[in-house]
């Protein structure tokens, strides 16, 4: 039979249907069809238990990468218990986005409680781990290619670094590993993505103190004892402002958004201590990074701020 005859025509107003007719071709491993059925359904029911159906059915069709974006948009949800973790994991492994998936499966240890989680847990590692060495063993050239075009990034310009930002996320371990320690430090790499360098550190959990160049210092700091900086009321008003820049300019807030977040992860907890109005200094600090270079004329309050955090940036390194 032709491909046209199998070609799902969605029902109108009638996703339920398309959800049942997902499910028994699930069953029925046509997995292809299930697809279709879930993605038709998905149009009308944008629903975590429809998206999660979804992603199963393209996992088992061959269509990881494409299942990836749908994903993300249940991020949240594919975080709340182990199955459902274990299946986005396994998505990360399949598209290849290995960095990704090390972070994920760091994240999933809080989750496995039992035994029997935590033998799940490490089933899946072991699956992360001979997948990701297979993928090393016929991709030599290809990372050798990659580590050279990141070696000179410092050589292009701050738009082609940005750019860049994804594709960290995609890189093999090990090829993380040789990448990293150096773009954290050179000056002429720009700002985010030094900070989105580092902020993998510390999603990972690194245990070694690791340098950054933040601005004009470089301030040393262990990525396993950052707390976790994003739920306080300086990151939420901090979050307006980047959601008021994406209005007007995406690439930038791309960037402000990294930027802040590496600086709540580098001054949080110390960030609540000195700072007593969150709007305000979410201002600041997209000023200053807006330039660096110029000096920020703000009220006296503000000014204590800066240096109580200049201070605590200081501490990081003795």
Not at 225 to 251: C, H, K
Request: cysteine-free; overall charge negative.
């Amino acid at each position: 039979m032709s491909r046209e005859a199998h070609k799902v025509v969605p029902f109108p107003d009638n996703d339920e249907r398309h959800v049942q007719l997902g499910q028994a071709a699930l069953r029925a491993g046509e997995f292809s069809q299930a697809v279709a059925h879930f993605q038709a359904a998905y149009r009308d029911q944008h629903t975590f238990a429809v998206n999660r159906q979804m992603i199963e059915a393209m996992l088992h069709a061959g269509q990881a990468s494409e299942a990836v974006p749908y994903a993300e948009e249940f991020i949240e949800g594919y975080a709340r218990t182990l199955t459902d973790g274990l299946l986005y994991g396994q998505l990360l492994i399949e598209s290849h986005r290995f960095l990704a998936a090390q972070e994920w499966l760091v994240n999933l240890q809080d989750l496995a409680h039992s035994p029997e989680d935590q033998a799940r847990l490490a089933e899946l590692t072991d699956v992360f781990t001979n997948q990701q060495e297979r993928y090393l063993a016929v991709n030599q050239a290809g990372q050798a290619a990659l580590i050279k075009q990141f070696a000179g990034l410092a050589g292009v310009n701050t738009m082609e670094q940005t750019m860049r930002i994804n594709q960290l996320a995609q890189l093999p371990v090990p090829t993380f590993d040789q990448i990293a320690p150096r773009l954290m430090i050179d000056e002429f790499i720009s700002q985010g993505l030094r900070n989105t360098v580092a902020l993998h550190y510390v999603t990972l959990r690194e245990t070694a103190p690791r340098r950054l160049l933040w601005f004009d210092d470089v301030i040393t700091f262990t990525p396993n004892a950052v707390g976790n900086p994003f739920d306080n009321p300086v990151a939420d008003a901090w979050q307006r402002a980047v959601t008021a820049a994406e209005n007007d300019n995406p690439e930038q807030a791309l960037i402000l958004d990294q930027e802040l977040h590496l600086y709540m992860l580098l001054l949080f907890p110390r960030l609540t201590d000195v700072v007593a109005d969150p709007a305000a200094w979410a201002q600041v600090v997209s000023a200053r990074i807006a330039d660096p270079a110029a000096p920020i004329t703000v009220a006296p309050k503000i000014k204590r701020w800066l240096t109580r955090l200049d201070d605590a940036l200081n501490a990081l390194n003795q």
